[in-house]
């Protein structure tokens, strides 16, 4: 079965160049794909690449990615000095030494201690290169979020597929009692008739009309032939590679049309009790279709 659930967790990560790339995705139901990316400080210029990245795997739900970053930075770093600031203050300090008549022995030492003299600065990062490591921990943390909604989907299938099994027994059990009911009412109406008429002779033509409509208005065939090929087609939409949760929801609704028209078609007890069991069916396989991908 290839049916995936919407919902799902992933995770990757990718050591490089002495730092550690981590992404964590969690997934739940959407009728769309509605994608929210994190990314660390400074990394904003990737976010297009993490999104079509994800898109291609991820076709519907609400999707949460985080990456981060950990490690040493130290090849980004430089130190920068503020020379113009350092004139500033040897000037201010030669003076206060002047007006207090006092020696100026700054040092460069203690003018480097100095307030901004020194300036540490992180380059910018070559976004080109940092991606395949950040691409590497994407993919990954896809591949277990895609594996375990495989898994979830596989057994949401499964259970679909027992549903689908007792939903089509019903429709044979309600088929199959058609022509009973039809014999019951044919006789209902001879004997109804012949009461009203007080055993006066029935003209067989007009009793072969009346009972011709009666067997029209109880014809359910067009909407159990509609049943079956909907579930021959729920059967393979649950087998198909692409996302059909879309239209396995679509089609449930068809399926809960041709019931209620065969209920209201079918004026009797027991076939009614079938019809609350169909629809009960379709509720339940409906709640579990809301997390298909």
Same mark, same amino acid.
């Given at each position: 079965?290839?049916?995936?659930?919407?919902?799902?967790?992933?995770?990757?990560?990718?050591?490089?160049?002495?730092?550690?790339?981590?992404?964590?995705?969690?997934?739940?139901?959407?009728?769309? =794909?509605?994608?929210?990316?994190?990314?660390?400080?400074?990394?904003?210029?990737?976010?297009?690449?993490?999104?079509?990245?994800?898109?291609?795997?991820?076709? $519907?739900?609400?999707? %949460?990615?985080?990456?981060?970053?950990?490690?040493?930075?130290?090849?980004?770093?430089?130190?920068?000095?503020?020379?113009?600031?350092?004139?500033?203050?040897?000037?201010?300090?030669?003076?206060?030494?002047?007006?207090?008549?006092?020696?100026?022995?700054?040092?460069? !030492?203690?003018?480097?201690?100095?307030?901004?003299?020194?300036?540490?600065?992180?380059?910018?990062?070559?976004?080109?290169?940092?991606? %395949?490591?950040? +691409?590497?921990?994407?993919?990954?943390?896809?591949?277990?979020?895609?594996?375990?909604?495989?898994?979830?989907?596989?057994?949401?299938?499964?259970?679909?597929?027992?549903?689908?099994?007792?939903?089509? $027994?019903?429709?044979?059990?309600?088929?199959?009692?058609?022509?009973?009911? =039809?014999?019951?009412?044919?006789?209902?109406?001879?004997?109804?008739?012949?009461?009203?008429?007080?055993?006066?002779?029935?003209?067989?033509?007009?009793?072969?009309?009346?009972?011709?409509?009666?067997?029209?208005?109880?014809?359910?065939?067009? +909407?159990?032939?509609?049943?079956? !090929?909907?579930?021959?087609?729920?059967?393979?939409?649950?087998?198909? +590679? @692409?996302?059909?949760?879309?239209?396995? %929801?679509?089609?449930?609704? +068809?399926? =809960?049309?041709?019931?209620?028209?065969?209920?209201?078609?079918?004026?009797?007890?027991?076939?009614?009790?079938?019809?609350?069991?169909?629809?009960?069916? =379709?509720?339940?396989?409906?709640?579990?279709?809301?997390?298909? @991908?």
């Amino acid at each position: 079965m290839s049916s995936k659930s919407m919902t799902g967790f992933g995770r990757g990560e990718t050591e490089a160049g002495g730092r550690m790339w981590t992404v964590e995705i969690r997934c739940v139901n959407h009728r769309y =794909l509605d994608l929210k990316i994190k990314l660390p400080r400074g990394y904003a210029g990737l976010e297009e690449r993490v999104r079509k990245t994800v898109a291609a795997t991820l076709s $519907r739900g609400r999707v %949460d990615v985080l990456l981060s970053v950990s490690g040493d930075f130290s090849d980004l770093m430089e130190m920068r000095a503020n020379t113009s600031l350092a004139l500033i203050y040897r000037d201010a300090l030669a003076d206060l030494g002047k007006t207090l008549d006092l020696n100026n022995d700054t040092t460069l !030492s203690q003018l480097a201690s100095y307030p901004d003299v020194l300036v540490r600065e992180q380059r910018t990062e070559d976004l080109d290169a940092v991606w %395949d490591s950040m +691409e590497s921990a994407l993919k990954e943390a896809l591949v277990t979020c895609d594996t375990m909604r495989s898994q979830e989907g596989d057994a949401m299938a499964r259970d679909l597929q027992e549903r689908l099994d007792n939903f089509s $027994r019903v429709v044979h059990d309600i088929e199959a009692a058609i022509p009973e009911l =039809l014999q019951r009412r044919e006789q209902n109406l001879k004997e109804r008739l012949q009461k009203l008429l007080d055993n006066v002779q029935l003209d067989p033509q007009r009793l072969a009309q009346e009972i011709a409509i009666l067997a029209d208005k109880t014809d359910v065939t067009e +909407e159990i032939v509609r049943l079956y !090929s909907h579930i021959s087609q729920f059967r393979s939409f649950l087998e198909s +590679e @692409e996302a059909t949760g879309r239209k396995i %929801d679509f089609l449930l609704q +068809e399926f =809960l049309r041709e019931v209620n028209t065969m209920a209201s078609k079918i004026n009797d007890a027991t076939i009614a009790h079938l019809t609350v069991e169909l629809k009960s069916e =379709l509720e339940k396989m409906r709640e579990q279709v809301q997390n298909i @991908e």
